[in-house]
């Protein structure tokens, strides 16, 4: 048996100011915009290369807007992928990667992990509702 994430809920306030952040700041393609009445709308985005796309909407969840924290962004080129997203009026953090990676305790030192190891790297951004995403660095070499 198979089991695979496909979609995640993001609570929003916004719905047309979410979805201009995704899609024009964050690169996310727009599959689906559909509102059959004025209280239901559901728009699904998908980050560039992922099997598993995000939904936001009115009508869709009680969640609270803002309320989603850490979901991960798996991407080959840290460094070029906060670029990006700094160009395109993105607040990223600054990289900061785990130490000692060997026997890792919680601790962060700056910058992208000096062996570019799987896993071992990570900046921040939100949405404008407060959404929290964390690029994390896999593939690097394989890129």
Known sequence: MKFSIEVLTVPVRDVDRALRFYVDQVGFALDVDYSPNGAF??????????SCSIQIGEGITDA?????????????DLE???????????QVSDIRHKTPIAAWDGRFAPGI???????ASFADFSDPDGNSWVLQERGYRTA
């Open 113 to 119: 992990d000096p062996a570019r190891g799987d896993y």
């Open 80 to 90: 070029a992928a906060r670029h990006r997203l700094l160009e395109r009026g993105v």
């Open 64 to 76: 609270s807007a803002g309320s989603l924290r850490n979901a991960y962004l798996v991407v080959t």
């Open 41 to 50: 709308r559901v728009v699904q985005l998908t980050p560039p290369g992922s």
